[in-house]
């Protein structure tokens, strides 16, 4: 088996592990960045278990395709790849996967275990109610990849969704920037890249005010953004364009909190602030003040033209915007291309 490398840690593979505990809540109890070994590189990104024991699940259909890959097993792994998945990430997998049960099937219960049958001995799925099925989310996967693992389509849920058929493996992979997008991938589209996972943005927003999913997503989104910023003095593109994402919901998400605690369903005050922590570690606020965007912008200023172009003069422009101004400015520092042309902007503002 190849050599191990670590994970690189990507916005978006955090932001995987704080999005499917939250979206499946009332289906799994989910712990992240599960160790199986005495270092980073074997931790498994997201480890799921049916709430219930019996072994049935019923696919919330709010979830979509997300809700139908999760029914397939009580126990399941999740891993996240926001780059290009290679035969090393996948022997990776396996790896985790493996050590991860030798480790715990001492402890499982013994009358969880599946009676062998004709059908059994051919289903893909583990043999064991506690032994994990594992999905592979990644935003590209070659076709060598996928010919070297002997993939097949799992045709049950469409297009560009795979299992491993080779013998004892219970694996499959999603192709998350391959998948049509539409109603039923929206949520997996929110773990994809580009264009697609900024329409998935958009379109949560418009769902259903009263939606619990709905309120959920937006605000694990916000305090992702939380974490992006005070755990990366120096935010990348991929963290900007994430953060772009979600910068419209603030105000909706106090909204919803707001009635809701009118109608003593939330307890607490808001105060234009959400409280969470990140993690166990990072405790945060979200600023549905100018100043906060005041910093945002002067970041995006920072990683977009170096800190040089960020002067006094120009600290002082940023700070004199209005809220809707600092809105137009983020907008439109993904569109210039020089230094000059945010400065024009600046003095016409």
Known sequence: MASQKPKPNEPHDQFIKQFVPIVLKNLFDSKTSVSVQLSEELAIDVLCTAIKRDGTIEPDPNLGLLGRLMAIHPTII???????????????????SAIYWELNKAK?????KIRVTQDSVINPHPLHLDRPFTWIFT????????????????????????????PGLSMGIVDI???PYNADTMLLKMLGKAESAKLAF????????????????????????????????????????????????EEAYQQWVQKRQAEGKIEGKIEGK???????????????????????????????????????EVR????????SQLDEFI???????????????LENA
């Open 316 to 323: 002082d422009s940023l700070s004199q915007l209005t809220e």
């Open 274 to 312: 959400i409280e969470g922590k990140i993690e166990g570690k990072i405790e945060g606020k979200i600023e549905g003040k100018i100043e906060g965007k005041i910093e945002v912008v002067n970041k995006m200023v920072r990683v977009k033209f170096g800190g040089d172009v960020l002067t006094p």
């Open 202 to 249: 958009a379109d949560v927003f418009k769902l259903d005010p009263n939606l619990e999913l709905r309120n959920d997503i937006i605000e694990v989104s916000i305090k992702h953004c939380i974490y992006l910023e005070q755990v990366n003095p120096e935010l990348t593109e991929e963290a900007l364009s994430f953060m772009t994402y979600v910068k419209e919901v």
């Open 177 to 179: 920037e391959s998948l």
């Open 331 to 345: 907008t439109k520092i993904f569109e210039w291309q020089q230094p000059n042309e945010m400065l024009a902007w």
């Open 108 to 112: 499982s219960d013994k009358s969880r």
């Open 139 to 166: 935003a590209k996967c070659s076709e060598n990849s996928l010919r070297r693992w002997n993939a097949i389509p799992a045709l049950e849920f469409g297009t560009h969704v795979y299992r491993l058929a080779a």
């Open 78 to 96: 999740i891993e996240h790849y926001s780059g290009y998945l290679d035969l090393e990430d996948i022997d990776s997998c396996i790896l985790r």
